[in-house]
């Protein structure tokens, strides 16, 4: 007698690996096929795990598809006896073979995977970046721009959030990326419409920085030696032991770097009615010194329960000589060129404490976890600046010293709780408390004709306080191929400022907000996502933005806070799609932003001739726009690379009588290419160029650079020798005009020349080791 089964839809599960086991694929994709007919689509999680529901009685192919892997296709009959069906973990083989070597397969490119709400780019073995920080990987991230300066911004827009694994952290500062090792970096998560799971600052988006985290049993760690000119000599490496229950991680570096840069300055400018001229250089001689220690131990107390805990200590030693010349002319004046030579010393101490507690329970979607984070850092600036007249030549002499403190101690605490409610539905919430204390401080006092006098406006100190709880919700399910994620986010935010000389508060205010988000994801075919997205986000001002008081650093120009800048909220929609197909990935995006109370710098010029610039609210700015990337691999030894982003913004608002109401457009274009060559070598490149983009008060021009790299691996790949080139041309100069009622100013700025390294990287894993010489021995 043959048994009859009920016809319920079955649902199969399993985790997509590479030949090793422990290398989880990541947003590949998995497809049931009937005969020709497609039934179903669906994509590997961070994690490589699928689940695919409602498949009903038949007989049906699984295909595994990731691009870099040979495609793998696994017969199944659905006889309607199981409810649930776990294929357990399946495996790819790397393709050696295929167009997508090149593009995906060594790793040596970045792989753009969709999420339901983010683009996760992979590093790999990205030659131009290695031996650097993680400054060289953000600039190499499509959307991501990093200007020569350190500043970070996302698709044009710099009010962007910069986490690490997924945690605010120090390490974000423009310093602290400068000193995070490229070889550290396992992927970069590119969020432009955040949900409620991430906090809800930065307007741009988020960019998250994951960094690797050991796999491999026993000892393995890899050492990377960095030799360039200007003089640059760094040592980073890694040393991980895992055992048992134990995994100890660890990552060190020292370096020592020279930097040149170069900043010119020409202005027109009336004051009481008489034209004044200055011709301003100067001249940038830096040197930093850096050592880094992150060491960390997970313990998996047992299979359901584990703890990490893991320090961090980055301590720099900056030496700086800035040579300023300025030039004076004018009606009723003399001809005068004064001369100033600033050299500055400043040690900073920087110092992250972490821990987490993991829960998982029987239904692997369930995961309980607990963060705590505690940042305490310190930094000393010294500034002495000598200042002589040369002509006419009176053997005027001034010096000035200053002297800056800055302190921070941040302590992060946070818990996670996600769980299914259902074969389709998942149930996420969440609370964090944070709390912030920055304190800064400066002391100013010039010295002439042997009298020593505090200079009024720049002895000063405050102290600010921050406190923000945040707690969300978020629900998830699918209907059919049609995926959703809602969620919503509340923040409390309390930020105190307080004069350390009087006591006085000079700000105290509270606010909370809500914070909605919406992703949507639907499968238009088998190789094409297309995705919609929505969120809130808001852009708190720091505590720089809303400090009043200057740096005494230029005595032709100072920027100073605004201790009254409110904070600006931004609504951002877009819609995306990613198309994969054999050897092309296709990516574009529309978007659409509304910003009330966006933040503008605006420049106005004293009655002493002083050009004074400060951050001010407008209205609300509108930015819609494009952006295409892509990834294509022609021949299986060329890998290229594309993007270009196009917008166009409308500015509304007023500074006092002053109408800044402006609109513009303007586009970035990147093109990316990597040659393999016999024997182990690899040649790449990347070229970029900034069309003119203004504002009200500034017209900004053009500029292109060109970075170029190449490798070779060797000792049977577990080491590799690059030789790199940045700015190649020394093209990646910033020149713009900003105008006044009574001024007009022209500056270019050249803060890094082209800068030349030459880096040997080596990789060991001692059990890899050993099981090679077991197989040799057989």
């Known amino acids: 007698m043959s048994t009859i089964y009920a016809q319920s839809p079955t649902q199969i599960s399993g985790t997509l690996s590479a030949d090793n086991i422990s290398e989880k694929l990541a947003y590949a994709s998995v497809v049931v096929k009937n005969d020709a007919l497609v039934v179903e689509t669906v994509i590997t999680d961070d994690k490589g795990d699928f689940k695919i529901e409602g498949i009903k009685v038949g007989n049906?192919?699984?295909?595994?598809?990731?691009?870099?892997?040979?495609?793998?296709?696994?017969?199944?009959?659905?006889?309607?006896s199981k409810s649930n069906i776990n294929l357990g973990t399946v495996q790819l083989k790397s393709d050696t073979t295929s167009l997508n070597e090149v593009v995906i397969t060594t790793a040596e490119t970045s792989q753009v995977s969709l999420k339901l709400d983010k683009k996760v780019f992979d590093v790999?073995?990205?030659?131009?970046?290695?031996?650097?920080?993680?400054?060289?990987?953000?600039?190499?991230?499509?959307?991501?721009r990093v200007e020569p300066t350190g500043a970070v911004s996302l698709r044009g827009n710099s009010n962007v959030l910069i986490l690490i694994n997924g945690r605010k952290s120090g390490l974000t500062s423009i310093q602290g990326l400068q000193q995070i090792p490229a070889e550290t970096i396992k992927s970069v998560e590119v969020i432009t419409n955040p949900s409620s799971r991430y906090d809800a600052a930065g307007s741009a988006g988020i960019i998250n920085i994951v960094l690797k985290k050991n796999t491999k049993e026993d000892l393995s760690g890899s050492l990377t030696l960095l030799g360039g000119v200007p003089f640059d000599s760094r040592a980073l490496g890694s040393i991980n032991y895992k055992k048992g229950k134990f995994n100890l991680f660890s990552n060190f570096g020292v370096r020592y770097t020279d930097y040149v840069g170069l900043n010119t300055r020409d202005q027109i400018s009336t004051l009481n009615g008489s034209d004044m001229y200055l011709s301003q250089r100067e001249d940038q001689d830096r040197h930093d010194d850096g050592r880094l220690l992150y060491v960390g131990l997970d313990y998996f107390i047992n299979d359901n329960n584990s703890i990490t805990t893991a320090f961090y200590r980055n301590g720099t030693k900056d030496l700086d000589t800035n040579t300023l010349n300025y030039k004076l002319s004018g009606e009723n004046i003399d001809d005068s060129h004064i001369q100033t030579i600033a050299e500055s010393r400043e040690n900073r101490s920087y110092n992250q404490l972490e821990f987490n507690y993991t829960k998982t329970f029987k239904k692997p979607e369930r995961k309980f976890t607990v963060d705590f984070q505690y940042d305490f850092w310190n930094s000393a600036k010294d500034f002495i600046i000598q200042r002589r007249t040369i002509v006419p030549d009176t053997d005027n002499l001034s010096v000035i010293n200053t002297r800056s403190n800055r302190s921070s101690d941040d302590i992060v605490i946070q818990s996670d709780y996600v769980t299914p409610l259902s074969e389709t539905a998942n149930f996420e919430a969440g609370v964090k408390v944070e709390n912030r204390l920055v304190s800064t401080g400066l002391a100013a006092n010039e010295e002439s004709n042997g009298i020593v006098e505090p200079i009024d406006g720049f002895n000063n100190g405050l102290d600010y306080k921050e406190q923000i709880f945040g707690a969300y919700i978020q629900y998830g399910n699918k209907i059919k191929k049609f995926s959703y994620q809602l969620g919503l986010r509340t923040e409390y935010t309390k930020i105190e400022i307080k004069d350390q000389n009087t006591g006085e508060i000079l700000r105290d205010s509270t606010y909370t907000r809500l914070f909605p988000s919406v992703n949507l994801s639907y499968p238009l075919t088998e190789k094409t996502t297309a995705q919609l997205n929505y969120s809130q986000r808001?852009?708190?001002?720091?505590?720089?933005?809303?400090?009043?008081?200057?740096?005494?650093?230029?005595?032709?120009?100072?920027?100073?806070?605004?201790?009254?800048?409110?904070?600006?909220?931004?609504?951002?929609?877009?819609?995306?799609i990613l198309n994969k197909r054999k050897g092309l990935v296709l990516n574009p995006s529309v978007y659409y932003s509304k910003t009330r109370n966006n933040f503008q710098y605006f420049t106005t010029q004293n009655t002493e001739g002083v050009f004074e610039t400060f951050l001010v609210n407008l209205d609300s700015e509108t930015r819609y726009g494009v952006e295409i990337s892509a990834q294509y691999a022609p021949v299986k030894w060329l890998g290229l690379n594309a993007e270009i982003n196009a917008y166009k913004f409308e500015q509304e608002g007023n500074v006092g009588t002053v109408d800044m109401d402006y609109s513009n457009e303007t586009w970035t274009a990147t093109l990316s290419s990597q040659i393999k060559f016999l024997k182990e070598f690899t040649f790449q490149s990347k070229f970029e160029y900034q069309a003119p983009q203004n504002n009200a008060q500034t017209r900004t021009q053009s500029y292109y650079y060109l970075n170029m790299a190449v490798g070779k691996s060797v000792f049977k790949n577990n080491g590799a020798i690059t030789f790199a080139v940045s700015n190649v041309f020394n093209t990646r100069k910033q020149r713009e005009t900003t105008f006044g009622n009574n001024f007009i100013v022209n500056q270019m700025t050249n803060f890094n020349a082209a800068r030349w390294n030459l880096n040997f990287n080596y990789r060991f894993n001692k059990a890899k080791n050993r099981k090679e010489h077991q197989s040799n021995r057989q």
Do not use: C, H, M, W
Not at 60 to 80: R, V
Not at 548 to 568: A, Y
């Open 60 to 80: 049906y192919t699984i295909e595994f598809q990731f691009l870099g892997f040979e495609k793998k296709s696994i017969p199944l009959k659905i006889d309607g």
């Open 124 to 144: 790999g073995k990205d030659l131009i970046s290695r031996g650097g920080s993680a400054t060289q990987v953000l600039d190499n991230v499509p959307s991501v």
């Open 538 to 576: 808001i852009n708190r001002p720091n505590l720089d933005q809303l400090n009043p008081f200057p740096e005494l650093q230029d005595f032709n120009s100072r920027v100073f806070g605004n201790i009254n800048l409110l904070p600006s909220l931004t609504d951002g929609v877009e819609f995306s």
